[in-house]
Structure formats: structure tokens, C-alpha cells
């Protein structure tokens, strides 16, 4: 039954310029019709069968694949299953994946500012901002409106459709002010630069994230870091639990949940996939979903912890990309309406390390002059890169295919027949196989 998800037939050098042109742009999925917005024409007959070997991950990939909303049922066996999936076969079912529930080519342009840094009362021992890290970072003041507003209107410019704000504070209590001013900010990136926002301000309030919604406040970014069972070993001072509170209390508002972790917190894989558990079976999956990779700062407990990590030769144990996207490629398939970000520590990747999260489902990233406390990519340097390979910037507002374009898509399989009967290198195939054609 897998087999025929993956059944992607496509025109052959044979087919007609006018059908090739007719099912130019048109991706077939289980026997549904989906444009796509790829300029390529694709000359492949027949790609699959790819999974007629696969062993056990069959099913849990398959109930992702099958899947026309998203699932909040997962178990860690069946996200393991999927995540322990041979990596090439992993990234192929992502991408279907990924192209069911996204525009395939477009990628969100995020910028994230710092509008309180530094002299945190939280022990996260990754973080710059925390007071009990000695990294020499000095305890600001929130910073101006006018100066958010004009550091939005720049990011704007550039090109970055969401506007996120960070505040280095544990909660919001007895925050009134700041949250004022932060509700100011919020309406007017919102009303008059028409960008989505999000602000992560540490632990708030039903009450507070009501004054938020009524300023426009697109979603509230909560971290939840990392796995439960790894997250006493970097964070005292916050429960897990209380983490996931706060999510509530967002999602029970109304606004949208980011909340993604960190990688490279010298946690295992099981620890990703218990993390992409916790994520996964939240009431509702959120609507971002940032994936960081550690930037270890000189004078946090962690880049100490990982100096000391190392194996038998004396190499320091880290982090491998694979496990990234690995990550990442299970998140695309239990969480399949999700923005995927690429986050903090992409500067640390290479372009076709950034390629392959792209093509593995990663939908956004951040960009701008800083990434908090970290480097950032460019706006230059990251539209020359994606237009080379030919994505396109996402709009404010869009994120995944909203029901009615998937509906429209469904409406669109009647069409598919239709020229599959009328070209013959497409009803040649298999009709056993109800073969989704990826046509030129
Ligand atoms: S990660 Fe956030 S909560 Fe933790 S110390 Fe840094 S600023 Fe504070």
C-alpha cells in the first residue's frame, strides 16, 4: 500500500511538448493532483518502490504519509521507528511530505531582535543572557519603540516577512509596562508593516497573552528545549512542566505556538525523538517549530560539559548533522502543517548542509544582522543562496496550504485523470498502483 505514495511517474522524453506542457508544474499524490510551484520538468517514468524493502518503519511513515491533518497521537515507538528510517528513504518521505503540506519552493525570511538582553534569572547553561553564566555580557535596558519600528521597517526592506522580539526575562510578572510597550510594538509590525510577530518573553500569563492577541500578536515562541529526560541536566530553575503550562496558556488564548529546542546539548537520539514527542503530542502541534544547533559560548557551563565530552581518542563527542536532519525530517512527517526554522547555528552550516534541511522540510529561517547573542546570516548573502536555488521568499500570512487549497488540490485529481487519459505515458503505468505522477 506504501508503494503507491511513493510511485512518482513522471513524463518521458517521449511525451509530447503539448503534454508535457498540459501536466507542466503538476505533482500527483496518492492519486490526487497537487501543483507545485517547481520549474522543473521532470523526465522520470517511474521513481519508487524505494520503501518495497523497507522493514518495520513502513507503517509508522506510512500512517504519517496517510495522514490529511495532523496526528497528536504519536507514540515514541512509532516517532523512533520513523526516525531510525533508512536516512535516503527518510529524506524522500519527508519531502513528499513536505510538498502534500507546503509550498515546496517558498521559504520564510525571519529576523529576530533582542529588545531586552541580558541579566536572566534563569540557569539555562547554553545561554549568553543568563546571570549565572560568566560570559561578560552586560544586563541591558528594553530597548525604545522607535527603535524596534525602525529595525522592523529594515528587516521589512530586506526582505523578512516575520518579525520576532526576544526579551531575556523569566515571566512577565509585575511586567506591566513592558508589556505595554511590547503590545505598541507588536501592533504596529503587525498593522502598519503587515509582518507576522512573535515575541518569547519567558513565562505569561493568560491575562498578559490577551493583551498580546489584542495587539495583533501572531504567535508566542516557548521553547521546550530539548527531551524531558534531558532537560534537568540544562535547566534548574524552570520545570519542563511549567514549560508546557505556558504553551497552553498560549494555545488556550488563541495565538500560535512557536516551540522548537536545541541541538547539541550533548543529548542522545533517543533524547530527539522524546523531544519531538513532547512536540508532537501537544492538543495542537505548533504552528513554528524552530530547530537550533548549539552555539556553544565561551563561558557557559555547556561549552565546558562539551570540551569535557569526548571519546576515546580524545576527540570532543558532537553533534553530527545527520542527527539534524534526521530531526528535522521526522518532524516534517508527524508535524506536517508545521514552519519548520532553521534557527540559531545555521551560520555554522554549510550551503548544501542548509540545501539538505530545505529539501528535508525546513521551510524558514533567520535572518538579519544578529541572532540574539549569536551571528546570523545576512539578508544578502541568504537571497543570493536561495535564489541560486531557485526558492522563493514566503509572504506574511501564508504558512502551510490552508484546508481549502488541499481541498482545491482534491478537486484538482478529477483533472489529473483526465489527462492521464489522454497521455499516453501516463495511463501506460501500473493502474494497480494508482501511481502519483510528478509530470513535466
Ligand atoms: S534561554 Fe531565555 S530563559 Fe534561559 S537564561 Fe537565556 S534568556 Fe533566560
Redesign the pocket.
Known sequence: MLRRFYSIAASTGTTSARNANQLNNKLFLNNKTKLVDSKINFNIQTVSQSFQNSNDSRKSIEIALDAEDPINTWTKEQIKEIYDTPLHDLIFAAQIQHRKFHKPSEIQFCTLLSIKTGG?????K????????PTGLKAEKMIDIETVKEKARMAKDRGSTRFCM?????DMTGRKSGLRKIGEMVKYINEDLKMETCV?L?MISKEQLSHLKESGLTAYNHNV?TSREHYPKI?TT?KYDERLETIKNVQDTGIKVCSGGILGLGETEHDHVSFLYTLATLEHHPESLPINRLVAIKGTPIEKELAENVDANGKMKKLKFESIIKTIATARLIMPKSIIRLAAGRYTMKESEQLLAFMTGCNAIFTGEKM?TTMCNGWDEDTEMLAKWGFKPMESFTGSLIDSEREAQTETAGGGAAESAANPDVSRQDPEMKQDTLAA
Request: proline share 0%; glycine share 8%; charged share 25%.
Open positions: 536572566c534569572t534563569e540557569d539555562c547554553y545561554c549568553a543572557q543568563s546571570s549565572k553564566n526576544g526579551a531575556a526575562w523569566r518569547t519567558g528545549d535547566i524552570r540574539l
